[in-house]
């Protein structure tokens, strides 16, 4: 789907949503509905609930667009990333953990029969692990290891400092590996 | 050794399963929208803010000027009390005047 309004920043965009303009929000959630999406995902392992998730996030934003105040926030994508992130740590509060599916489609259709096995085995096991993380530190991960944010993006959005970020990460990895030992 | 879990680790962490959300996504929030009311943020505080930020001024400035609005509220609430005084006060500044001109 081609996204309308390329040359117009987001800050640009988000000042015609607090005037009530529907093309710009448009615009906007066609920018980025995909990576906050993605993100939901990564926490709740759940397509409905993910897109739901991303649904809440930008309906509150429409409804309410000056939750975002360009002079004291950081950049829109990055504080937007924390109003994806707290709804995803509400929903999971509020709601069961989804069980994993068990019939997860593969990556790669050229892997042969076993590799797909492995494979299988191998994600339900990480994400098994990444659920039973602490919830900072599994926040640092699904940040951080997110397409295109840079950890002191990540650090923004989770409102502390890069080193405790990095920390967190840290941890985090070694428990991940610690878990996973009999996969890596 | 390490270095190879890390590596295995990184890899697999980049390469988790995302499910592609629905196509119409986007289409059923924006639609949704267009049902929705922006809000009204009408509260003291947000009006308050809104006209700070209309003026900038440096710190000794707000200084300055609470210092005048509580010495206006002051003085306008010891009005009443100060009236006779006041009258006392042109009184005293008349005469004086006219003093001045029997003087001359």
């Known amino acids: 789907m081609p996204v309308a309004w390329p040359d117009k920043e987001d800050n640009e965009l988000l000042a015609l949503v607090r005037d009530g303009s529907h093309p710009a929000f448009g615009a906007l959630v066609e920018r980025h509905e995909d990576r906050y999406y993605r993100l939901a995902f990564r926490y709740l392992q759940n397509r409905a609930a993910a897109e739901d998730i991303v649904q809440d996030a930008f309906l509150k934003l429409w409804e309410n667009p000056g939750r975002w105040e360009p002079d004291k926030n950081s950049k829109f994508t990055t504080w937007f990333y924390r109003v994806v992130v707290n709804l995803c740590l509400d929903w999971q509060k509020r709601k069961r953990p989804l069980a994993l599916n068990e019939e997860m489609p593969l990556i790669d259709d050229r892997e042969s029969a076993d590799q797909m096995i492995v494979r299988r085995e191998e994600q339900r096991m990480l994400e098994q692990a990444i659920a039973a993380l602490p919830e900072r530190q599994r926040t640092a991960i699904n940040l951080c290891f997110s397409e295109d944010l840079s950890n002191q993006d990540a650090a923004d959005a989770m409102g502390v400092h890069l080193k405790a970020l990095q920390s967190l990460i840290m941890r985090a990895k070694t428990t991940l590996k610690e878990r996973m030992k009999n996969m890596l | ?104």
């Open chain 2, 1 to 104: 050794m390490t270095e190879n879990q890390d590596e295995k680790l990184a890899r697999m962490l980049r390469s988790r399963r995302i499910e592609p959300a629905s196509h119409d996504l986007a289409a059923r929030i924006i639609l949704q929208a267009q049902s929705l009311p922006q809000l009204e943020n009408t509260s003291l505080w947000h009006s308050v803010r809104q006209l700070f930020a209309e003026f900038h001024l440096p710190k000794p400035g707000y200084v300055l000027a609470g210092a005048l609005i509580l010495g206006m509220l002051l003085g306008f609430s010891t009005a009443p009390e100060n009236g006779q005084l006041s009258d006392l006060g042109s009184t005293t500044a008349q005469s004086y005047i006219a003093g001045d001109e029997g003087f001359l």
